[in-house]
């Protein structure tokens, strides 16, 4: 199994902007679909963005359209997530994964907790 470690959240107000960050340790993700994932209290977990292996296509929930920004450094075997206009509603544990999850032995990791007050 490949632990992903997701770093870079924390606590913002709105209309702030994090970047998160997910390395995989001991295996390279550099030819798997990677997405980010994010679980709201009370909620399921859910995919708001996804990155072909290459970068060439993205995808996105309408719920961050236009305002999150997925990218990946394959030689860094990092995926990023830039997040702007951040808002109370985008309170979460983010995750990265595959896409779909648990291609090539990815396991979830613990996630990062983004907070955002109004």
């Known amino acids: 199994q490949v632990q992903l470690v997701e770093s870079g959240g924390g606590l913002a107000q709105a209309g702030d902007s994090l970047r998160l960050s997910c390395a995989a340790s001991g295996r390279s993700f550099s030819s798997a679909d990677m997405g980010w994932y994010r679980q709201a209290p009370g909620k399921e977990r859910e995919n708001i963005a996804r990155?072909?292996?290459?970068?060439?296509?993205?995808y996105y929930a309408d719920s961050v359209k236009g305002r999150f920004t997925i990218s990946r450094d394959n030689a860094k075997n990092t995926v990023y997530l830039q997040m702007n206009s951040l808002k109370p509603e985008d309170t979460a544990i983010y995750y990265c994964?595959?896409?779909?999850?648990?291609?090539?032995?990815?396991?979830w990791g613990q996630g990062t907790q983004v907070t955002v007050s109004s």
């Open positions: 994964n595959t896409y779909p999850p648990g291609i090539a032995s990815m396991t």
């Open positions: 990155i072909t292996w290459l970068g060439g296509s993205t």
